[in-house]
Antibody, heavy 119, light 106 residues
Framework: QVHLVQSGAEVRKPGSSVKVSCKAS????????INWVRQAPGQGFEWMGG????????KYTQNFQGRLTITTDESTSTAYMDLNSLRSEDTAIYYC????????????WGQGTLVTVSS | AIQLTQSPSSLSASVGDRVTITCRAS??????LAWYQQKPGKVPKILIY???TLESGVPSRFSGSGFGTEFTLSISSLQPEDFATYFC??????????FGQGTRLE
């Protein structure tokens, strides 16, 4: 069983950046796929990208190329999602979710982090 | 990117009904498809993976089927706790993983 705890809600101005953390406990952090997805108000889910800590190289969806950086710190079993050049459309709940298999189904989810982008 | 289209987008049903939700993929995904349930303000819960495998602990009234481009999630006898939003996810072709837009069961 993997337990994921995300950092708290954030409010940012347009053009700024935000960094959300996701700390894992239980399981083998290094070998899991850590995914980041977001859900805008009243909308479905959008996969942003993912990383397997032991491999190191993240995968991103094209929509976020250049704005998104996903990293991990294996010493603390923590993953990070850094999104810059924020705009109002980035207002959403951001989730980390773990796949026990290579970019497979999401077995465990963090509690979500609300990011509000407003001037 | 593979697009997933769910139908219907919303569904009105009653306790005891059998309901079926469809998820169509724009390209074949083999059986690399999962179904999730999400209740308001809650984190999604996985129900079905690999198109038809029931996740441990999920009631047997939930079932999934399909291959390639057409998939279904069925609930054999709706219970009060089943009123939620359901969405499908493909993990055959990445990046990106993609999701259906959701079906609200009310």
């Amino acid at each position: 069983q993997v337990h994921l705890v995300q950092s708290g809600a954030e409010v940012r101005k347009p053009g700024s950046s935000v960094k959300v953390s996701c700390k894992a406990s239980g399981g083998t952090f290094s070998s899991y796929t850590i995914n980041w997805v977001r859900q805008a108000p009243g909308q479905g889910f959008e996969w942003m990208g993912g990383i397997i800590p032991i491999l190191g190289t993240p995968k991103y969806t094209q929509n976020f190329q250049g704005r998104l950086t996903i990293t991990t710190d294996e010493s603390t079993s923590t993953a990070y999602m850094d999104l810059n050049s924020l705009r109002s459309e980035d207002t959403a709940i951001y989730y980390c979710a773990v796949s026990a298999t290579y970019y497979g189904k999401f077995d465990f989810w963090g509690q979500g982090t609300l990011v509000t982008v407003s001037s | 990117a593979i697009q997933l289209t769910q139908s219907p987008s919303s569904l009105s049903a009653s306790v005891g009904d059998r309901v079926t939700i469809t998820c169509r993929a724009s390209q074949g995904v083999s059986t690399a498809l999962a179904w999730y349930q999400q209740k308001p303000g809650k984190v999604p819960k996985i129900l079905i993976y690999d198109a038809s495998t029931l996740e441990s602990g999920v009631p047997s009234r939930f079932s999934g089927s399909g291959f390639g481009t057409e998939f279904t999630l069925s609930i054999s006898s709706l219970q009060p706790e089943d009123f939620a939003t359901y969405f499908c996810q493909q993990f055959h072709s990445i990046p990106p993983l993609t999701f259906g837009q959701g079906t609200r069961l009310e």
